[in-house]
């Protein structure tokens, strides 16, 4: 099983499904996709495929959880078992469990919580599949999924990666880069109110390193804020059309 | 979830105001630590362990050696496995049952600080490759929760690393025998130190203690290596930081961290 080490960056500095070192996937989004949910939206960022949906705010079971001054967000980070190359046991791991705390703790700076005190507004976060940076994809995805709900937001909150691969600092790792890469460093961010709302890392980087893989990952996350808002307004317009052609 | 413990807003106000002029209810500098100690090797029947106080906060950790297998994507690594306890008699807000995700991310900052310096050298753990590696246990026990258990438990996982042993063993047909009596000490190449700043009212603090985490609106840890370098960060909490504050945050943990990693390896 002892693998040779993987070259991640070619001699034209070429990564390895071609991209540059500042360059992101392609990304897809699509806002107001399930019925059911109060508000969803599904991205395709690279091979991830994430779908978010949002209840609430509705009524806090069990009642004793409710907050007399706010409410309660709670927030369900899940992997299908088939999102990733062995089948996940469905049950979810002390990764998804830290994740969903992170995640939730990204996403509640962007919410009016105060608006609706003593209700709960569910989040459910489906990995349908991985392929490195679901987390920051989950969050993107997710904070569209609360605006399509129509809770009232400071901003929305966007989410990207930066990390070290071969000695070099680039832009949304894939699956492979995050596994065999030098560090991992991704970064939620809310652009109109410069606030930095999930932080993590781990690998290793010098402080110098970090300062540019934070301001890289925050340079992804403003080009990603300019797609999501594009997907927030696609869906308004589809719904503007609809209304006018009654 | 855990209820927060219920701070005034007088006592609120109290705190913010002082940290707004660089001072903190219990008399600390805003860059000052709680007074720390170190007691090593309390348990004899674990293979290492040691409990450090950060002022009120207490956190035992126990190391304990097994043997097992390895993972089958690393056949010749031994296995470190982190978990943590909020235990019941640590505080009103602790509850028995399984771990939450309090004592779950704890244990993960934990984790990715020995996991990612390297601190352990998990190839020299092996035995038998592919079947029999050593198996590193870390058990990190809250006692007393005042605040900060992220740094208070990093330093009690290293310094519990720090004085464990490993049993002498012996092959014969595939089956790993200890021989008693002869230890050595486990290899620890790195030590990896945790720095916990809070954001109050715009001003950073370290080492926050309960009645600041109440109060505070996020946290962020960095931990560094020996070398100086980053190997793990977690920012937590339902507030933000701005990216100035980030990088602010590092400088100060950086300097910090030295000053905490003279305190748990030099007082060996």
């Not at chain 1, 806002?31 to 949002?54: F, M, Q, R, T």
């Not at chain 1, 030098?182 to 402080?207: I, K, R, W, Y």
């Not at chain 1, 999501?228 to 503007?240: F, N, S, V």
């Not at chain 2, 105001?17 to 090797?41: S, V």
Request: glycine residues 8%.
């Amino acid at each position: 099983m002892q693998k040779a080490p993987v070259k991640l960056i070619d001699e034209e500095g070429k990564r390895v499904d071609g991209r540059e070192w500042n360059e992101l996937r392609p990304i897809k989004i699509e806002v107001g996709v399930l019925n059911n949910a109060d508000g969803s939206a599904y991205i395709e960022h690279g091979k991830n495929k994430i779908l978010a949906a949002v209840y609430g705010p509705k009524e806090a079971h069990p009642r004793h959880l409710t907050l007399p001054d706010r409410a309660l967000l709670r927030c369900r980070y899940h992997m299908a078992p088939f999102s990733v190359e062995e089948r996940k046991s469905p049950a979810p791991s002390r990764r998804e469990i830290e994740l969903s705390k992170v995640i939730r703790e990204a996403l509640e700076p962007a919410i009016f919580l105060e608006h609706y005190p003593r209700t709960a507004i569910d989040l459910f976060i489906e990995i349908l599949q991985a392929d490195g940076g679901t987390r920051c994809a989950g969050i993107t995805v997710a904070s569209l999924a609360l605006a399509d709900a129509g809770i009232p937001m400071r901003d929305l909150v966007v989410a990207c990666a930066a990390g070290k691969v071969d000695n070099k600092i680039v832009l949304d790792l894939n699956d492979i880069e995050d596994k065999e890469g030098e560090a991992d460093v991704p970064v939620a961010f809310m652009p109109n109110l410069n606030a930095v709302t999930l932080l993590q890392m781990d690998g290793t980087l010098t402080p110098e390193e970090f300062e540019q893989a934070i301001n890289l990952a925050i340079e992804g996350c403003k080009r990603i804020y300019k797609m999501q808002k594009e997907a927030l307004k696609a869906r308004y317009l589809a719904i503007k059309r609809e209304v006018e052609e009654q | 979830m855990t209820t927060p413990v219920t701070v005034s807003r007088v006592r609120r106000r109290q705190i913010a105001q002082l940290i707004a002029n660089g001072m903190r209810l219990d008399g600390r500098g805003l860059t000052e630590y709680r007074e720390i100690k170190i007691e090593r090797g309390l348990i004899e029947r674990a293979e290492g362990s040691a409990q450090v106080s950060l002022g009120r906060t207490i956190v035992l950790v126990g190391v304990k050696v097994g043997i097992g297998e390895p993972y089958s994507d690393r056949p010749n690594e031994g296995v470190l496995t982190v978990n943590s306890e909020l235990v019941p008699l640590a505080s009103p807000e602790f509850e028995a049952g399984p771990p939450g995700e309090e004592s779950i991310e704890l244990a993960r900052v934990v984790d990715r600080g020995l996991r990612e310096s390297k601190s352990i050298p998990l190839e020299e753990l092996c035995i038998i490759p592919g079947k029999k590696v050593f198996i590193i246990f870390v058990d990190v026990y809250v006692l007393n929760h005042d605040g900060n258990l992220i740094d208070t438990s990093a330093m009690a996982a290293l310094a519990a690393l720090l004085n464990t042993k490993i049993f002498n063993y012996e092959v014969e047909d595939d089956e790993v025998i200890k021989i008693k009596p002869g230890f050595k000490p486990l290899p620890i190449r790195n030590y990896p130190i945790a720095v916990t700043l809070a954001e109050i009212d715009g001003k950073l603090v370290v080492d926050p203690w309960l009645d600041e985490e109440e109060v505070m609106n996020a946290r962020i840890t960095f931990t560094f290596d020996k070398d100086g370098n980053i190997c793990a960060i977690q920012k937590g909490g339902g507030g933000f930081f701005t990216k100035e504050q980030v990088l602010e945050a590092m400088r100060i943990a950086r300097e910090k961290s030295e000053e905490l990693r003279k305190i748990v390896v030099e007082g060996l």
